[in-house]
């Protein structure tokens, strides 16, 4: 089993050291360091090189965003996973510029952020439904060239049936698998399973790949 090296940047003490606890207990994830503020994030980071970073934005002497940046600069091997109060659009879209690889609100659950933890560790990318549906709106109001920088590709895909149709368009509008499955009235086992063949059929990695190639479609 490969081990997930994590930092913590957190400037909540009592908050870091739950979240230290909650991963510590995982046989495959170690809690290398802890730091409580910006500075403390990027001098730790050289030291430490962590797989992943779980980084607030709002941190004392240097920003989440900005230690961010300088961490990437320093150890770009390293991914950035946003846990955060704060769903403002300007920080979302700044953080996902910044290089982020996920956004989590802090009220996700345990088993969403072990997820997004292990699936950003394996290449992907993850935005909380929430977060998911910002980004989506902003790319259909402003940014539709940034769908393209995605690496989303348009060609080959397998047509789908009329009920994966309608379980993709929600998926576009950032729903959970839960929710989708009471809007199709299946179980939630199904619904993964649909999901996974969808994004087989049209050749995407992950769930926001999905989404926008939905957006992209319509």
Same mark, same amino acid.
């Given at each position: 089993?490969? $081990?997930?090296?994590?930092?913590?940047?957190?400037?909540?003490?009592?908050?870091?050291?739950?979240?230290?606890?909650? +991963?510590?207990? *995982?046989?495959?994830?170690?809690?290398?360091?802890?730091?409580?503020?910006?500075? *403390?994030?990027?001098?730790?980071?050289?030291?430490?090189?962590? %797989?992943? =970073?779980?980084?607030?934005?709002?941190?004392?002497?240097?920003?989440?965003?900005?230690?961010?940046?300088?961490?990437?600069? %320093?150890?770009?091997?390293?991914?950035?996973?946003?846990?955060?109060?704060?769903?403002?659009?300007?920080? =979302?879209?700044?953080?996902?510029?910044?290089?982020?690889?996920?956004?989590?609100?802090?009220?996700?659950?345990?088993?969403?952020?072990? %997820?997004?933890?292990?699936?950003?560790?394996?290449?992907?990318?993850?935005?909380?439904?929430?977060?998911?549906?910002?980004?989506?709106?902003?790319?259909?109001?402003?940014?539709?060239? #940034?769908?393209?920088?995605?690496?989303?590709? %348009?060609?080959?895909?397998?047509? +789908?049936?009329?009920?994966?149709?309608?379980?993709?368009?929600?998926?576009?509008?950032?729903?959970?698998?839960? $929710?989708?499955?009471?809007?199709?009235?299946?179980?939630?086992?199904?619904?993964?399973?649909?999901?996974?063949?969808?994004? *087989?059929?049209?050749? =995407?990695?992950?769930?926001? #790949?999905?989404?926008?190639?939905?957006?992209?479609?319509?």
């Amino acid at each position: 089993m490969n $081990e997930i090296r994590i930092l913590i940047a957190e400037d909540q003490t009592l908050v870091r050291r739950a979240f230290s606890a909650m +991963l510590s207990i *995982e046989p495959d994830i170690k809690v290398v360091a802890q730091a409580a503020d910006g500075v *403390e994030a990027i001098q730790l980071s050289r030291q430490w090189r962590p %797989d992943i =970073v779980l980084m607030d934005l709002q941190m004392p002497r240097i920003g989440g965003i900005g230690a961010m940046k300088r961490i990437l600069e %320093d150890v770009p091997q390293a991914r950035i996973i946003v846990l955060t109060t704060f769903d403002t659009d300007d920080l =979302v879209f700044e953080a996902i510029s910044a290089g982020a690889h996920a956004y989590l609100l802090k009220d996700s659950n345990e088993a969403e952020i072990l %997820d997004t933890i292990r699936g950003v560790h394996a290449g992907q990318h993850h935005l909380s439904p929430k977060i998911a549906g910002k980004v989506m709106n902003e790319i259909r109001r402003q940014r539709p060239s #940034e769908a393209e920088a995605l690496n989303v590709n %348009d060609s080959a895909d397998e047509d +789908l049936t009329e009920r994966e149709e309608r379980v993709l368009g929600f998926i576009a509008q950032g729903k959970t698998n839960r $929710e989708i499955s009471e809007k199709v009235f299946l179980a939630e086992g199904t619904v993964k399973n649909y999901v996974s063949k969808i994004m *087989e059929k049209l050749h =995407v990695e992950s769930r926001t #790949e999905l989404a926008i190639k939905a957006l992209k479609r319509k």
